[in-house]
């Protein structure tokens, strides 16, 4: 396919008439080159347009967060590192014949393109990422009638806000949780990157959606659990009676493919946290505040965040 179809009829409002019909045209002939080549960027174009259609964005000029989204997408349906860097290099191309800046230019993008390419050559078999409208979706499908559902609601909810590893979720306790008016503060005792046992803290924050809410969920099911110490998360048995065995990290991963589907580990709780976080705009201190990664206390020491309420990317999630 030669042709970069029209994917609007109407112009977008800030762009000159006479400029948005003719960039398609300009687009084909700034692309010449091999035979192969002009039909790839046509056709990533193409792609790129239906797209911002679909998502009621503009493509010319095209938000940063659209490119950084459809990129995003692209890599998780795994798409080779060259195929990306292709189709960004088709949306920089028809910004420039068009005479706009181009959102590739972005730092934002050029660090996701980056990212994608780091994880891509070292960690190919990594969990993916799943998207915010699907966790959603995921969520609130889920019977909360019986114990079984109520427990796995809020462990899903709690893992994806909390960007909990399997392991903390694991060996997360009731007497670990600390609630009030503004939230939630979890305490872990000993983590992946903490292994002295240093105070450390997460933030959970209340969802205006009920069905959504990781501490409202968490509450019903500490109800059924009627005790105020030991695991929060156990096994069940068959006819949904509550045990008081720890539930295991292989169970937790289990219930997130039972749900997500077999693509998905638990640890697709933790990087959809961070992917979900760093595409609605939050910094890379913001984030480390809730994955508590190795270089968490380096960002902490240097900013001052003191409480673990404030400069935190689990109140910008969106549910």
């Known amino acids: 396919m030669s042709q970069l179809p029209v994917v609007s009829s109407a112009p977008a409002p800030q762009v000159p008439a006479h400029l948005t019909e003719s960039t398609h045209r300009y687009v084909e002939s700034g692309l010449r080159g091999s035979a192969n080549t002009v039909r790839a960027y046509a ?20 938000p940063v967060e659209a490119v950084a989204g459809f990129l995003t997408e692209l890599a998780d349906a795994g798409k080779k590192v060259a195929t990306i860097e292709r189709h960004a290099a088709a949306i920089t191309k028809a910004h420039e014949l068009a005479g706009l800046e181009s959102p590739t230019a972005d730092k934002k993008v050029k660090v996701l393109l980056k990212g994608i390419a780091r994880e891509k050559k070292t960690r190919q078999k990594q969990a993916p990422a799943f998207t915010l409208d699907t966790f959603k979706r995921t969520i609130k499908s889920i019977d909360s009638q019986m114990p079984a559902g109520l427990r796995n609601r809020a462990l899903l909810l709690l893992g994806f806000t909390g960007a909990f590893r399997r392991s903390e979720l694991e060996a997360l306790n009731i007497e670990d949780l600390a609630f009030d008016d503004e939230g939630l503060i979890i305490s872990l005792q000993q983590s992946k990157t903490n292994q002295t046992g240093q105070a450390e803290e997460k933030a959970i924050f209340y969802s205006p959606d009920s069905a959504l809410c990781p501490i409202r969920s968490l509450q019903a099911w500490l ?64 984030v480390m505040n809730q994955t508590k990664h190795k270089t968490s206390a380096m960002i902490r020491r240097y900013t001052r965040l003191d409480n673990v309420r404030q400069h935190n990317s689990a109140k910008e999630l969106g549910l």
């Open 223 to 286: 109800r059924v659990l009627g005790r105020t110490e030991g695991p929060v998360f156990v096994s069940l048995r068959k006819n949904n009676q509550v045990t008081t065995r720890r539930m295991t990290t292989k169970y937790i991963n289990l219930i997130v493919q039972q749900y997500l589907g077999s693509p998905y580990t638990a640890h697709s709780l933790r990087a959809s946290f961070v992917t979900v976080s760093k595409l609605n705009g939050a910094d890379d201190s913001k």
């Open 43 to 62: 056709g990533d174009w193409k792609r790129f347009a239906a797209w911002c259609q679909v998502h009621q964005l503009g493509m010319l000029p095209a």
